[in-house]
């Protein structure tokens, strides 16, 4: 008598006959929605999890992640201590699309609690239209061995400039909650501290609808990381005492985090749960902190894309709308690894180098928009060279000015 043979339960098996598997579903690339330049085309909320009704109607904040196929492994480990909606957009060229299914249908069966809380939305280049391949029957994926997607990398779409600015949008667009936290898919959050910005967020957070919360950012050594990730601040602290953690972009981009005075921030008591430390009293142009806010805040340019400036033009229009600049005291995002000078690849310099061209006449149009310009910022960024970027820096101390139709409105009810 024959027998069945016995299947192994951390293995999970595929088979095409069984479509409703299938996380992203298998629509023709007509279905999905030309951007404005019809560069790109886009369909948000091709998946949402059994959790993402009841999260994001009652949770105030939603975690934005963006990534291409070469990051999405560490969706896993991002999101294993964050309990809120979590809104996810992938960059998705050609048949990454299929890959990219793939490695969903094995966390939905491997990780089901990380899927349940998810929301998916998907661009690709219209030069590049995705294409559904079908999984082949046999496929098998082991649960107690993470699925490899890199394996997959094609030279094809190696020389793509990945619209970062797009992705984290359409990522923030599809967050229904009061509060954003957008942030890179390679940085984690401490354990609790979902929570406890949760119940802040709940409680003070509220009451200033154009307040900005900047989050601490520091990067721990790459054996650390994954080993010993600091779980509260006094573990943090520690780490930087010993040398294995340090303030992130410390050794390649000091300005980028220069405005947080995070030497301040270490020498502050640890208190429970998150509240205000101090705001900030300058705003510099190369600064770039990373933030919860208002998800009704002014998104990213689109006309900045790949590598460079995506959130120093956003942080830079927050300023010049008149937000408020917080610190919280405690709580902290953990970049994985080391930054290393010298490590920037040359293509990366080259994005970089055509979105600086862009920032001046960006300037102006912040400026005609608001009808303010503190400390004649746009004019600086004119006529300093970017290298001298970070010697411009204005307080923060100037009362938004209301713009010009409104102000014309003003004047006609008073008349």
């Known amino acids: 008598m024959s027998r069945t043979p016995q299947r192994d339960p951390n293995v999970v098996y595929y088979n095409t006959s069984h479509p409703e598997r299938s996380i992203l579903p298998r629509l023709d690339p007509a279905q999905f929605l030309s951007s404005f330049d019809r560069i790109y ?32 492994q560490q969706l896993l480990q991002v999101t294993r201590t964050f309990s809120g909606p979590i809104s996810l957009s992938l960059f998705t060229p050609g048949p990454y699309y299929g890959l990219i299914n793939l490695f969903l249908q094995h966390a939905a069966k491997c990780h089901p609690k990380v899927m349940r809380n998810l929301a998916i939305h998907v661009m690709f280049p219209i030069q590049f239209p995705l294409t ?33 600015s797009r992705m984290r949008n359409l990522a923030q667009r599809g967050c229904p909650t009061p509060f954003t936290f957008i942030f890179d898919i390679d940085m984690r959050i401490p354990e609790q501290f979902d929570k406890d910005v949760e119940y802040f967020l709940a409680t003070k957070g509220n009451r200033c609808p154009k307040c900005i919360f900047i989050i601490p950012v520091y990067e721990v050594d790459g054996l650390t990381a994954y080993a010993n990730l600091p779980r509260n601040k006094t573990e943090l602290l520690d780490q930087v005492k010993s040398k294995k953690a340090r303030i992130y972009h410390i050794k390649t981009y000091p300005w980028g985090q220069k405005m947080s005075h995070l030497e301040q921030w270490e020498k502050l008591p640890k208190d429970v749960g998150p509240h205000v430390a101090y705001e900030l009293e300058k705003y510099q142009f190369t600064y770039e902190p990373i933030f919860i806010g208002p998800t009704s805040m002014p998104s990213f340019d689109e006309r900045f894309t790949g590598f460079g400036l995506c959130r120093n033009t956003q942080f830079y ?3 010049v709308a008149g937000f408020q600049f917080h610190l919280l005291n405690d709580g902290f995002l953990i970049h994985m690894g080391f930054k290393v000078p010298g490590e920037r690849k040359p293509w990366k310099s080259k994005e970089l180098l055509r979105n600086q061209r862009l920032v001046p006449q960006f300037a ?39 713009n010009n139709v409104q102000s014309m409105i003003n004047f006609m009810n008073v008349t």
């Open 132 to 164: 559904i391949e079908d999984i082949p029957s046999n496929t098998e994926v082991n649960c107690s061995t993470p699925y490899d997607l890199t394996r997959h990398r094609l030279a094809a779409f190696k020389k793509l400039v990945y619209p970062e």
């Open 317 to 319: 229009e927050l300023f």
């Open 41 to 72: 085309r886009v369909r948000s909320f091709l998946y949402s999890g059994k959790n993402w009704p009841n999260l994001s109607s009652s949770h105030n904040l939603c975690l934005a992640l963006h990534s291409s196929m070469e990051s999405l």
């Open 364 to 402: 102006q149009e912040i400026k005609v928009k608001y009808g303010r310009d503190p400390c004649q910022m746009s004019l600086k960024l004119r006529t300093y060279r970017p290298s001298k970027w970070k010697d411009i820096d204005c307080p923060i101390n100037e009362k938004p000015l209301e």
